[in-house]
């Protein structure tokens, strides 16, 4: 059964630190590139980081660089996203993303919440 499980969401302060996990099962983790999106209430989804199959590049939105890390282990089928220098707008449900080109497959999680307030 292919699953992603997020964790690692909460209510933070401004400023203050997250580290969200997201477990992958039932499908081979390394093929796939992964992906960081967030939804914030009222607003479209949109991606935050990703990190390719091949070679491990990774890419960020223009809002969240330099202030978050994307970081996989093809061992422990995880990916991680090192959230610092947390702002009130980066509230949202941050959701991972498994995808593969072919043969095409496509995972989401259910998301975590990350709630950035004082």
């Known amino acids: 059964q292919v699953q992603l499980v997020e964790s690692g969401g909460g209510l933070v302060q401004p400023g203050g630190s997250l580290r969200l996990s997201c477990a992958a099962s039932?499908?081979?983790?390394?093929?796939?590139?992964v992906k960081w999106y967030r939804q914030a209430p009222g607003k479209e989804r949109e991606l935050v980081a990703g990190?390719?199959?091949?070679?491990?590049?990774?890419n960020y939105a223009d809002s969240v660089k330099d202030r978050f890390t994307i970081s996989r282990d093809n061992f422990k089928n995880t990916v991680w996203l090192q959230m610092n220098s947390l702002k009130p707008e980066d509230t949202a449900v941050y959701s991972c993303?498994?995808?593969?080109?072919?043969?095409?497959?496509?995972?989401w999680g259910k998301g975590t919440l990350v709630t950035v307030s004082s």
């Open positions: 990190s390719t199959s091949i070679g491990g590049r990774t």
């Open positions: 039932g499908f081979t983790f390394r093929n796939y590139d």
């Open positions: 993303n498994a995808k593969q080109e072919w043969p095409p497959r496509d995972y």
